[in-house]
């Protein structure tokens, strides 16, 4: 079993900058990656970030040069710094851990309970 938390999120105004935490523990390290999705109301879940446990990164289009994903494998903690945060940044942010293979993530079937993240305009 794999077990995540994610913390850090909150309502922001637009332009400003978040951190997101997710503290992963049991059997995660069965998967080589880590990644944060993303679900905004009305709409299917999307990758935002993930990152291998050697440190290779994948983003999606939409927060390319804005996010960045890292990780501290000391910790057991998965970050996501967000700057420049737009108002359709706006969604549940969750945490998943997976695989990285050929520069693709591939998700496993352990989320975290997610995160609010929420930016006005």
């Known amino acids: 079993q794999v077990q995540l938390v994610e913390s850090g999120g909150g309502l922001v105004q637009a332009g400003e900058s978040l951190r997101l935490s997710c503290a992963a523990s049991g059997r995660f390290s069965s998967f080589n990656a880590m990644g944060w999705y993303r679900q905004a109301p009305g709409k299917e879940r999307e990758l935002v970030a993930a990152i291998s446990r050697g440190g290779s990164t994948k983003y999606g289009d939409s927060v390319k040069g804005r996010f960045t994903v890292c990780r501290d494998n000391v910790k057991n903690t998965l970050y996501l710094e967000m700057n420049s945060l737009k108002p359709e940044d706006t969604a549940v942010y969750y945490c998943?851990?997976?695989?990285?293979?050929?520069?693709?993530?591939?998700?496993?079937?352990?989320w975290g309970q997610g995160t609010q993240v929420t930016v006005s305009s």
């Open positions: 998943n851990t997976g695989d990285y293979y050929g520069s693709a993530y591939y998700p496993s079937t352990y």
